[in-house]
């Protein structure tokens, strides 16, 4: 299986030996995250404990060590709390005009920078993704999405002339495990600049960054009430967006909820973002910049782990390149250092969930078994926690599971092609339709790719590049509505007329 060497690091002497050399542990320090034994919920301004009595156990999954307890709310809780959100919304937020919003917002950006150490170590904690990951993106754009929207809360009028926007009410917010603060930050950032309030469930699995954000929330003075944060089970989720006094509910997760929260919504008027699955094709021609392109391939979908909606999962490489580029790319792939997510010089971390690292074991299996060939770094992994090799699939029929479904791990399927047509034609042969990448140096088939690749996203010469001014979202099952950007604006808006 494995090609590579533990040791891929090596001096080259003059006479031709190779002297092996290995990086040192650089584990960024966990002291200044304090966590308590137990988080309830955040309504109304105040933590409160769960009507249930009950609480269920947050880990690492680094280390399989419990974190916390968490509060298993149960639906009078919801309903509590979209009471609060509705009472907020009437009496503070609504009324306030947009500067005022936005001085709130600005607030809260300023307070994730100055603790975005505690919040980067946090979402490595909790999540198992790579610090430098959660360090220089995660939090750093989670706060840029506050200041962007700050900056929009008293311009609505100008972002959208001649209509008379007005806030929805109450948001109802549910969100998944592989980004918890910055997809909290696409949700919250919106809504409040749009002058809604807010019921937001984090992901089970990684409860913790959105429980520190309440305590951001009263750190800033937010009214009581504007944002509230509930935790429980997925039918938790299903009663927060169920509840008919919600006005507007963004869900970002599993194309498999997104379609049963799609039933439970339809028919009534309550408006729906969905921000399902993918996977994503990442075309190179053989004219593209290799040794950006091998990056942006590793980026494309070892990225935290893989566990990325927009993840570049589906490699097409022009067949005149296709075996040196493969080659490359399993040499860089020898050189991802896997382990400790706490440590500055890993690359990928550990798997977010037992039952998610599960899957990704079953589909790899499936891939071996369909006759794909695989490729593993032989990289040791650490004993305990969940972890996974860097995993990269060649000679991958289109039909195959590994090509078809969303992985959601550092697994790539690498197929080929020989003409612009041919790439079309197989990158778009998805239920999917969230993003995708092309890397050539001619700027016409850039232009030709991006308007025939049924993706919401393309990126040109770079991949999973996030801005929160560009809008983000997809076509298909991959979802629909955007987020980011005014668009991202518009969905939490009605501008008269109808939306
Ligand atoms: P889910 O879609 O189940 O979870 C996303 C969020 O929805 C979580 O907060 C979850 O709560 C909540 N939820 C679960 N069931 C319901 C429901 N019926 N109604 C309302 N909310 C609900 O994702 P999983 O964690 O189960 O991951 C499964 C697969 O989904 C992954 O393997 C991956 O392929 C895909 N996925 C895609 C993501 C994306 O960004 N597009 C993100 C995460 C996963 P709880 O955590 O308590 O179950």
Redesign the pocket.
């Given at each position: 299986m494995g090609r590579g060497t533990a040791s891929p690091n090596s001096w080259a002497l003059g006479d031709g030996q190779q002297v092996p050399w290995e990086y040192a542990p650089a584990p960024e320090s966990r002291e200044i995250v304090q966590l308590k034994s137990r988080y309830g919920l955040f309504i109304g301004g105040k933590e409160v404990a769960p009507r249930s009595g009950q609480w269920f156990t947050d880990v690492d999954p680094a280390t399989e060590e419990q974190l916390a307890e968490i509060a298993r709310a149960t639906v009078e809780d919801v309903d509590q709390a979209v009471g609060v959100a509705r009472r907020a919304f009437k009496r503070d937020w609504s009324t306030l005009p947009g500067s005022e919003r936005a001085k709130y917002l600005f607030r809260i950006a300023r307070i994730l920078q100055e603790r975005s150490r505690e919040f980067a170590v946090l979402e490595s904690l909790d999540g198992g993704k790579p610090i430098k990951e959660s360090r220089d993106v995660d939090v750093p754009l989670a706060a840029a999405h506050f200041w962007y929207y700050a900056g929009w809360a008293d311009k609505l009028e100008y972002a959208f002339p001649n209509r008379d926007p007005q806030p929805l009410g109450v948001a109802a917010q549910?969100?998944?495990?592989?980004f918890p603060l910055l997809m909290l930050a696409w949700k919250i950032a919106p809504a409040l600049a749009a002058g809604n309030t807010v019921v937001l469930?984090?992901?089970?699995?990684t409860p913790l960054s959105a429980l520190f954000f309440a305590d951001v929330c009263r750190q800033a003075d937010l009214p009581a009430g504007v944002v509230n944060i509930i935790t429980?089970?997925?039918?938790i989720?299903?009663a927060l967006?169920s509840h008919p006094d919600v006005d507007k509910v963004a869900?970002?997760?599993?194309t498999?909820?997104g379609k049963?929260?799609g039933r439970a919504v339809a028919g009534t008027d309550k408006a729906l973002t969905l921000?399902?699955?993918?996977k994503a094709a990442n075309i190179i021609f053989d004219d593209a910049p290799i040794d950006q392109a091998i990056e942006g391939v590793v980026n494309g979908i070892y990225f935290n782990q893989g566990e990325v909606?927009c993840a570049g999962s589906r490699l097409f490489v022009q067949e005149s390149i296709a075996a040196p580029f493969i080659e490359r790319l399993k040499d860089r792939l020898s050189t991802l250092r896997v382990g400790d997510p706490l440590d500055k010089n890993t690359d990928v971390g550990a798997i977010n969930n037992a039952a998610?690292l599960a899957?990704i074991e079953e589909l790899v299996e499936a891939g071996v078994a369909e006759g794909a060939d695989i490729y593993q770094p032989a990289c040791e992994l650490p004993a305990r926690g969940w972890f996974f090799r860097p995993t990269l699939f060649t000679n991958v029929a289109q039909s195959s599971r590994i090509a078809q479904e969303?992985i959601?791990g550092p697994v790539l399927s690498v197929l080929t092609f020989r003409t612009p047509a041919e790439a079309i034609e197989k990158a778009n042969n998805t239920m999917y339709g969230l993003s995708a990448g092309v890397w050539t140096e001619k700027g016409s088939r850039i232009l030709d790719m991006v308007s025939k690749l049924r993706a919401g996203v393309v990126w040109a010469n770079t991949f999973n590049r996030f801005d929160p001014t560009s809008p983000f979202g997809g076509y298909k099952e991959s979802g629909y509505g955007r987020e980011g950007g005014m668009h991202g604006l518009l969905a939490y808006l009605d501008l008269g007329g109808g939306h």
């Open positions: 549910v969100i998944p495990w592989n469930k984090p992901a089970s699995a429980g089970p997925g039918e989720g299903q967006v869900f970002t997760g599993s498999a909820v049963e929260i921000e399902l699955g993918g909606c998610q899957k969303e959601f």
